[in-house]
């Protein structure tokens, strides 16, 4: 009975930043590897930044380098996606991916950048 749930998504400004989050359920996210992914209209879905387990080893695409990072925070079991400098080419779907024994996805936090 393992699910992840995303929040904190909305319109944001071009140049404005976002945290969005994913909180686990049914398993620890400090024990697996998570990742973020995004998928807007019409395109793929395409990884956005990922952390591993007890090393916290982050890797951030570089589409999205330098303005993006990911955290986690054990106490609320929960993954943050920082999202700053937003461009509208970001508006999508960001969705929470978790790889345990199998993989499992969130339904995701729609992130709208536009004036």
């Known amino acids: 009975q393992v699910q992840l749930v995303e929040s904190g998504g909305g319109v944001v400004q071009p140049g404005g930043s976002v945290r969005v989050s994913c909180v686990g359920s049914?398993?620890?996210?400090?024990?697996?590897?998570m990742s973020w992914f995004r998928q807007a209209p019409g395109k793929e879905r395409e990884l956005v930044a990922s952390?591993?387990?007890?090393?916290?080893?982050?890797t951030v695409s570089d589409f999205v380098k330098g303005r993006f990072t990911v955290s986690r925070d054990t106490d609320r079991n929960t993954v943050y996606l920082q999202m700053n400098n937003l461009k509208p080419e970001d508006t999508a779907v960001y969705l929470c991916?978790?790889?345990?024994?199998?993989?499992?996805w969130g339904q995701g936090t729609q992130v709208t950048v536009s004036p």
């Open positions: 991916k978790a790889h345990l024994w199998r993989e499992v």
């Open positions: 049914g398993f620890s996210v400090t024990a697996y590897p």
């Open positions: 952390i591993t387990g007890a090393v916290n080893k982050i």
